[in-house]
């Protein structure tokens, strides 16, 4: 029987984060899926600034900038009358920002990545069965071959084998009934500087620019909630719909579509995952979480519960940690996850607006708040997911300024060398001590290479805090302080192992 590290079930945005981030510290990794090859079509259709930042810590991003939109923000309209803009505002102090930009694209820069790394992805293995023990997990394929390993990770949709071979409960409820979806390519005058919304009493229409493969600027993505159909409904169904539905909905009469890429017809669902570990089995990405496709937030959640594991995973299976640090996953990732639940299932109902006083204070509360400066930021923060914080679970801490837990944004320093780089550039595989130039720090590397292994590094900014910093692989700030003392007892809580091992 074939033997490896960890299995990882999937190869969508957070399996093959996950596996890029394990294969980068060093741990075997095997990647299947079901599927006969890579997505063509995309789920997804943007990657908020969070994403972003995990592949570049990651050295993923590629030409992904490139060949991506900027988003700009959504427009609604009652019919064709404009009545508010909610722009996105990112942070200026912030480097990271959003991309228009397909899931396909982003899975094919991943895949690359993994190859880079020294895997790839086995298509057409479709995983059927999943039986674990106290040493290890075994995964058996539907052409009857087996694989043993130490770990599993599901990260393979909604409709999780590996959730339900596990038997982890995943609750939930649906949001809205129906929604039609496609991507076409069409004859539309229309500025794709921004999104657009259409109110209309039988419901909402929505279309947002794409950039194609190829780079063409004439893709949209069409989405609309409907009522249930009476029949099952082909691409040339739903072509036809939206041929409709747009001078119903929207007021266009002048737009030809030539032909679709995509169709879909899908129920909304909020679901959450019980615990996102049951042995030694986990669970990322759709597996764990699914919610409202408004706002984009499926693709980013699953990613960062990727790069989260994948330092975590890596260091148990180096022998660095007590696989009780795998408990933190859950304890750091599902709060997240459900906050996106809330907002998204909230969002997503105020602006189907089902019923007459639903629609009242969508179009009279809701919409106009849209046109704030204010709201515009906090809504653009809250989806960048650049605020998340661990300060509350159980790696996180409690002081003035940057606790242990909150996210370190990225910044310019030099090396010990003297070379300039940026702290995201030295994370993944590594650890990083941010430290001020001149600052001693050869007994605080001594200890964290000690415990996390030689991947750990001295990055030096005059902009740093007095006390060096110990900057986890995810970007979140592990411990501050300047007693090798002090560093080596929190590493032995927070990796569970013994003062002397």
Known sequence: MERVDVLVVGAGPAGLVLACGLAAQGAGVRVVDRARGPASTSRANILHARGAEVLERLAA??????????PVGMRMHVRSRPIATMRFAPDERESARALFVSQARIEERLRRRLGELGGRVEWGRAVTGVTQDAGGVTAGFADGARVRAGWLAGCDGAHSTVREAAGIDFPGAPVVERFLLADVHADWDRDRTVSAGFFHRDGLLLAIPMR?????????????DVPEPDRRLDAADIVARFERLLPERAGETGVRIRDAVWTSVFRIHRRLAADYR????????????IHSPIGGQGMNTGIGDAENLAWKLALVVRGGADPALLDTYTAERRPPAAEVLRTTTANTRILVGEGAAARLVRDRIFVPLLNSPRVQRRATRTASQL????????????????????????????????SPSRLYAELCPAWVLLARPGADVAALLDVARERLGEDVTALFDAGAARSPW???????????????AALRRWLTGALHTRMGA
């Open 61 to 70: 991003v590629g030409d992904l900038r490139e060949r991506s939109l900027a």
């Open 212 to 224: 194609d493969a190829d780079g063409r600027d004439d893709l949209w993505r069409l989405m609309a």
């Open 278 to 289: 049951r042995g030694r089995v986990l669970l990322a990405g759709d597996a764990a979480h």
């Open 387 to 418: 605020g998340v914080s661990y300060r509350r679970g159980p790696l996180g801490g409690r002081g003035a300024g940057p606790r242990p837990g909150d996210r370190v944004p990225d910044r310019e320093g030099v090396r010990a060398d003297g």
């Open 470 to 484: 110990l900057v986890r692989p995810d970007g979140h700030l592990g411990w501050r302080g300047d007693d090798p």
